[in-house]
């Protein structure tokens, strides 16, 4: 079984506008082709033509039982209506988790202005996922998307389930570390590269993912995703099949974890 719990339905490069319809289509489509069998995709903390709302998404979803939301929330431009909102969809079982975003947006994941956003996620027991490491877009800004600020959070919030997305690279040492110490903290490993893996890039980050998984011990901590579409699928699969693991540490990744973690029914999906 494969889970990704990190994939998108923005338009990224495309001149016009694509369809949610269609962009959901594609995703599913690929998932196919790939023998992927669950994936979340991740709202923005933008909505506009290109990106679609929480609600939108939700609903769209309705009648795809192999894909399910993780709802993103904007730090500068968040509401109590949107706080409502979500408090509801995770009351019926609709979102799986958070989505935040430090580095797009100008904050560090320990803020007190996101206090009521962790109150929530411990409440309904889903985790928050971060934005961590480079930014897809050259106005980010890096200082606060490092993962060492996790530490912070996980400590003031034991209770809270923190995923650091794209291991927090370049900085991925200290994300092992911030994983390591923090039983609370997970981490995926989405988005390290655009498309295709290249020979040399691949090898390198190989070696890196695998120096994580013997400092920090047990994956556990470890989840599969790809941030498609900016990344591929089946170059993601391929990297993931050429890591020195053993095949019942490879399940754990590739979708034991990710159920655990997100309480999804395989059952359903199977």
């Known amino acids: 079984m494969i889970i990704d719990v990190h994939t998108h339905i923005n338009n990224y490069h495309e001149e016009r506008v694509v369809s949610l319809e269609d962009c959901l289509n594609k995703l599913t489509e690929t998932m196919e082709e790939n023998h992927v069998d669950y994936s979340l995709v991740l709202t923005s903390y933008k909505v506009n033509e290109h990106r679609p709302s929480t609600k939108k998404v939700v609903e769209a979803i309705a009648n795809r ?7 993103g929330i904007s730090y500068l431009n968040y509401n109590h209506h949107d706080l409502r909102e979500i408090a509801e969809y995770l009351e ?54 490092h993962p060492i600020h996790h530490d912070d959070l996980a400590v003031d919030y034991p209770d809270l389930k923190i995923v650091i997305c794209h291991v927090g690279n370049p900085w991925i040492k200290d994300c092992m570390e911030v994983t390591y110490k923090n039983k609370n903290v997970h981490a995926d490993f989405s988005g390290l590269v655009l498309g295709d893996f290249s020979e040399k890039f691949e090898r390198w980050m190989k070696n890196e993912l695998e120096q994580m998984i013997t400092y920090a011990g047990n994956p556990k901590y470890l989840l599969y995703g790809t941030d498609w579409p900016i990344s591929s699928m089946k170059s993601y699969l391929n990297f993931m099949k050429n890591l020195e693991l053993p095949e019942e540490k490879k399940e754990m990744i590739l979708w034991k974890n990710a159920a655990e973690l997100f309480k999804l029914d395989v059952n359903s999906f199977k």
């Open 65 to 71: 039982k192999n894909l399910g939301v993780v709802a």
């Open 92 to 145: 019926a079982g609709l979102i799986k988790g958070l989505k935040l975003y430090p580095g797009y947006e100008p904050f560090y994941p320990s803020d007190a202005r996101m206090k009521v956003v962790y109150d929530m996620a411990i409440e309904y027991d889903v985790p928050v996922m971060f934005h961590s490491g480079d930014t897809y877009a050259p106005t980010g800004r890096v200082k606060y998307s």
